[in-house]
């Protein structure tokens, strides 16, 4: 069984702060995928990343960055410099090689103050 | 850019009643799925669906769900005799093909609610 664990339940950081969310994932598959997803107030899930298990190099996006370690199974997501419209929840979430599904975390909700 | 949407974007409706949302996924998708999310909770898998035939569904799409793609477009998730658990937002996705390695695409949710 596949699990995605998201410790953080929530963060609260000030405007231009760098704030990491952490995901640990759980599988007993060698071939799988990890995803961050962003839900904002609106309610929508909007993409930001996928990984393959085979693609240990970490990615940077504008202000946002991944750091995916498989020897401690985690893939973590970095804001830099964060903005007032970064607050939203982020959920990290899992999918093995069929995806026919996808198994989220809890979900870290991630709040900037001005 | 092509998106999935979804109707209505909040269903009220009483205990027992019969309820259908529907979903229009992107349209040269072929794998469509259906999620919920109890308020302030996690999002959790319901069932996925390819060629007329569920794929695969957890325990939670019991015999009170059902899915259907009625004509080439819409994509619907009928609950037959709705419970007040059974209030969370529903999230239809699409994916142009299958496998983890491809995103699925989400609509907007729909927001249901028992009374």
Redesign the interface.
């Known amino acids: 069984a596949q699990k995605v664990t998201q410790a953080q339940t929530e963060i609260s950081v000030v405007e231009k702060e760098d704030v990491t969310l952490d995901c640990v994932y759980e599988t007993r598959d060698t ?3 990890l ?1 961050w ?1 962003k839900q904002p107030p ?4 909007v ?1 930001l990343i ?1 990984r ?1 298990s085979f693609d240990e190099q970490n990615e940077i996006s504008g202000r946002y960055s991944w750091n995916f370690q498989k020897s401690t199974s985690s893939f973590n997501f970095t804001i830099t410099a964060s903005q007032v419209v970064d607050s939203a929840v982020y ?1 990290c ?1 899992l ?13 870290t909700r991630l709040m900037v103050k001005p | 850019e092509p998106e999935v949407t979804q109707t209505p974007s909040h269903q009220v409706t009483q205990m027992g009643q019969e309820v259908i949302l529907r979903c229009v996924p992107i349209s040269n998708h072929l794998y469509f799925y259906w999620y919920r999310q109890i308020l302030g909770q996690k999002v959790e898998f319901l069932v996925s669906f390819y060629n007329n035939e569920i794929s695969e569904k957890s325990e939670i799409f019991d015999d009170q769900f059902s899915v259907e793609r009625p004509d080439g477009s819409n994509f619907t998730l009928k609950i037959r005799s709705t419970k007040l658990e059974d209030s969370a937002m529903y999230f239809c996705a699409s994916s142009g093909r299958q496998g983890g390695g491809y995103e699925q695409y989400f609509g907007p949710g729909t927001r249901l609610t028992v009374t």
Do not use: V
């Open positions: 071939t799988y995928y995803f997803y609106s309610g929508e899930l993409f996928r393959n959920f979430a999918s093995d090689n069929a995806g026919n599904m996808l198994t989220f975390g809890g979900g």
